[in-house]
C-alpha cells in the first residue's frame, strides 16, 4: 500500500494552481487603495473549502515526490467535489505522466459526467479516445464536439476531423467512425460539402482512393463551389483518377479563385504537364493581374522554358506587386526565388552583368547555396571554372544534404563545361563512401555514357535497378541508350514501357519511347507519340526526335518549323546540333 504523504514530508511545493483557486480573503493582503481609486468589487465567493484545499496540498506532494497515482486519486476527487476544469485538467495531466491512459478516461469521462456542457471536457475526452485506440467509442464525442461548435464555425470543425485520426494505426476503423459521427451533417446542405470532404479525406488516409474521390464527388455535388472537396481531388492527381481533374475544372467555372487555379496549375506541373500549367497560369494573370503569386510561378517557368524576355517582364512585375507588402518570411522566400529566376533569364541572354546583379540582391542564408551555384554557373560560363569550382567548394556544410547540394553543383558545373572525366572521377570519390546511393550511381551512369564506356554504363544502371526497381529514370535510360544505339530494340521497349508505367505523364519518357518505335520502323506511331510529347513538353531534344521523324516521312516543311522551335527553346542542344548535322539539314546546321 503506498504511503500518503503528510505536508511536512515534503520540500518546496508549487503553489500557483492552489492559490489561484484561494477565495479573496484567504489571499495575501493588498496596499490601501487610493482615495481616488473606485471601491473594489466584493469577493468571488470560491468552491474550495479548507478541506479541499487541504486535499490538493495532499495531491500536488505526492505527486512531486513520486505518489503519482496517490496524487491523481487526490486531486481528481476535489475536481470533483469542487467542479473546477482546471483541476480535471491536473487529474489528466498526472494520469498520462504516469502512462496510465485507463485512469485518464476516469477522469476525461468524470470530467464529462460533471460539467456535460463543457466543450473542453468533451474535447479532453475525444482526444483521450483516440489517442488510447478506443475509436468506437470515440463517435458520441466525436458527433458533440461538432454540433456544439457555433454554427459560422461548424464547417471548419467539420474539415478539422480528419487530423484527429492522422495517428490512428487502424485507418479503416476511423473511416467507420468518421462516417458514423458525420452522419447527419452529410444531408445537410449548409454543412454537407464538408462532411463529405472530411470523409473523403479519412478515406485518403486509409488507402481508399476510389472512396475519397467518390467522396469528394457527393460533396462537390451538395455545393459545387466550394474548394474543399476541389483541394482533396488536387492530392489524388497522378494516380490515375482522370474524375480528380474533372472535380478540380467543375469548381473553377463554378466559382473561379486564383488561389484555386493557382494550386491546379502545381499540380498539372507535377504531372509534367508544363504546356497546360503554362496555359493556366497566362489566363490567371491576364484575368488576376494584381495576383501576385500567379506572375510569380509563370516567370519561373518561362525562366526553365528559355523564355528570357517573357519571364522578365514576369518576374519583375511580381516584384512591383510584392514590394509594398508587409515584412515576412515567405514574402522574402518568394523575392529570393524571383531574383534567382531573373538572374538564370538575364544568363541566358547571355547578359552576365544583369544575373549578377540580380544574384547580388540576396541576402537570405537560407538561399546561400542556390545564389552561389548560380553564381558559379556565371563564372564557368565566363571562362572561370576553377574559380566557380572553388567558389562552390567555399560553401560552408551545415548538414548532408548540403554536401550533397554542393557536390550535385560542381558536377553540373563540369557536365555543362564537357569535362565530362572531371566529373566522373569526382562522383567516383563520392560513390566509395556510399556505393549503393542510387543518386550517385545514376549519375555516374551518365558520365559512363558521355566517355563512351556503355558497358559500365548499362552496369552501373542495372545495378541501380536491383538496389531500387521503382527507380524509373534508370529504365528510361538504359531503354533509350539502347534504341538510340539502335541495338536490342525490344528490350529497349520493353524498358521505357516500364518505366512509362511507373510516371504516365513524363514527356521525356514519351520521347525514349517514340524514338525507339521509330527505330523498330513504326513511324506512324513513332510521329504521334512524338508529337504528343513536344506538346506537353516544348524541348529542343525531343525537337530532333520529332523533326528526323517528319524528315523521314517526306515531311520536310514540318521537320525544318520543329527544328527552329527547338532551337529557339536551346540553341545549344547537343542532340538537336548532331541530328541537323547528320542530316545535313540546310540553313539549320
Known sequence: MKRLLRPAARGLVSLTLLLGLLPAHAQAPTAPASAEAPPAPPPTPSA??????????????????????TGYALILDAAIKAKDPQLFQRAVELALQS??????????????DSMPESREANRFLLQILVVSNRLVDAVGP?????????????????????????????????????????????????????????????????????????AASRAQDVEPAAQAPALLALEMFGRNQ???????????????????????????????????????????????????????????????????????ASLKRFLELAQPLPESEQRKRAMNQAYLALAQAAEKRKDFAAAEGWLGRIDNPEELLAAQSRRASLMARQGKLDEARRLIRALPER????????????????????????????LQKALEREPNDVD?????????????????????????IELRPDYHHAYNALGYSLADRNVRLEEAKRLIQKALEMVPNDPYIADSLGWVEFRLGNRDEAQKILAQ???????????????????????????????????SLNADNETLRATLKRLRVPGLQ
Do not use: C
Open 99 to 112: 502512462r496510465s491512459p485507463d485512469a485518464a478516461l476516469r477522469a476525461a469521462r468524470a470530467w464529462r
Open 440 to 464: 550517385l550511381l545514376y549519375e555516374q551512369a551518365m558520365m559512363a555514357e558521355k566517355l563512351d564506356r556503355l558497358d559500365e554504363m548499362e552496369r552501373l544502371l542495372r545495378r541501380l
Open 533 to 567: 510529347a513536344f506538346q506537353a513538353k516544348p524541348d529542343a531534344e525531343i525537337a530532333a526526335h520529332l523533326g528526323e521523324v517528319l524528315w523521314a516521312a517526306g515531311q520536310r516543311e514540318r521537320a525544318l518549323a520543329i527544328w527552329r522551335e527547338g532551337l
Open 399 to 426: 548538414n548532408e544534404s548540403e554536401a550533397r547540394a554542393k557536390l550535385n553543383a560542381e558536377v553540373q558545373l563540369l557536365r555543362e563545361a564537357k569535362r565530362h572525366q572531371d566529373a566522373y572521377d569526382l
Open 48 to 69: 474550495l473549502t479548507a478541506e479541499l484545499f487541504y486535499e490538493l496540498l495532499l495531491g500536488e506532494m505526492n505527486a512531486a515526490g513520486g505518489e503519482r497515482a
Open 242 to 312: 482522370p474524375q480528380a481533374e474533372e472535380i478540380v475544372k467543375r469548381q473553377l467555372q463554378a466559382a473561379p479563385s486564383p488561389e484555386m487555379q493557382l494550386a491546379y496549375a502545381r499540380a498539372l506541373l507535377d504531372e509534367m504537364r508544363s504546356t497546360e500549367a503554362l496555359a493556366q497560369l497566362e489566363q490567371l494573370t491576364a484575368r488576376q493581374p494584381d495576383f501576385a503569386d500567379g506572375w510569380l510561378l509563370l516567370g519561373s517557368m518561362q525562366a526553365q522554358e528559355s523564355r528570357p524576355e517573357l519571364a522578365e
Open 142 to 214: 466525436l458527433r458533440s464536439e461538432i454540433a456544439s461548435s457555433p454554427p459560422m464555425e461548424r464547417n471548419a470543425a467539420i474539415l478539422a476531423v480528419p487530423r484527429v485520426f492522422t495517428r490512428v494505426l487502424d485507418k479503416k476503423l476511423a473511416v467507420q467512425v468518421v462516417e458514423q459521427a458525420l452522419e447527419g451533417f452529410t444531408a445537410d446542405k449548409t454543412t454537407g460539402a464538408s462532411a463529405w470532404t472530411s470523409i473523403g479525406r479519412t478515406r485518403l488516409l486509409a488507402g481508399d482512393t476510389a472512396g475519397a474521390l467518390a
